[in-house]
């Protein structure tokens, strides 16, 4: 009789127990995601950019009973970022000159929903749910990898550089609340920000720092140029003769680049020299200079001679100046010339 007596107490107790939420402590971490790295990105693309990265968000709560469980609902929130202003329309990384590149973060690969910081709010951040065991001995746990998709907007006017933003501090944010039952199965908190009626309710920033990068290749292109013609001379020549020729190019803005001319085709030694069009042994030497003084030699020698530029995005052009200068003795009738290699590097 008394064997049966303490058996009917111990059902009335687990079944008085059982009815209430358990008083156990959850807490959800996160792991830091890679760089989410959109590689190279090209001007006035056709097509837009995409990446991807992705974290877990793991949730622990200790021991309660042996049929127990727990259930979260959890708000992971992302911010406009270190370089940006507004988190919609589109984020925004900049390059460090502070030129801007627009792009955007989504919930789901349909790159339809924005990712945003605060619930309650739109954009919203990506809700999640987790649901699992908590068994007497060693407590339960539950985990989900988050991924998160970047999309670069096709036809940007881009400059030239290495771009990226960071997301760290009060732009990474988890809020979470929980509910956790001693029997059967827990019923999910009617939101991540529920604090009343559920077993928990936290907030924790910073957990899930990360950064996105993109790179513009500088790029150069048009290239247009003119001839210098050094006009007609009647024998010897007695006085320089000046002429200019012109190198058009359309360089990216913020790309630099370097421009060569070699000694063409008939130089002896560092002397640039037109070549009798008939007699291969009768020449006019002649110099090409990178400003109009006529002093700063233009040649081909990193660091020594070349002109260097950065593009602004639209045409530029470039004048060569040239001098024929005088001869030494008579000049042989004809027609002369010479062709120099232009060398554009960025």
Known sequence: MSMRLLLG??????????????RADTTCTTTTPVTAAFGNVGNAAAAPSFTTTTFTITCNTTALSLLATASVRACIGIGVGSTGVAISPLRRMTNTTADPLSFQLFTSAAYSTIWGLTPGTTPGPQVVDLNYSVPLLTGGSGAVTVTIYGRIPASQTLAAGSYSTSFSGADVRLEYAYNEVLLGTATAPAACTTATGVSGHK???????????????????????????????????????????????????RTAYTIALDNGLYANGSVRRMRHTTNPAWFIPYALYRESTRTQRWGSTANVDLVSGTGTGSAQTLTVYGRAPPTVGAVAAGSYSDQIKVTITY
Do not use: K, W
Request: proline letters at 3%.
């Open 9 to 22: 107490g111990v059902l009335a107790l687990a079944g008085v127990v059982g009815a209430g939420v358990a």
């Open 203 to 253: 907030t924790a920033t910073g957990g899930f720092p990360f950064t996105v990068t993109a790179t513009v290749l500088p790029q150069c292109s048009a290239y247009v140029t003119t001839d210098m013609d050094f006009g007609s001379s009647a024998g010897t020549i007695t006085a320089n003769i000046d002429r200019t020729s012109t190198i058009g190019l359309t360089c990216l803005n």
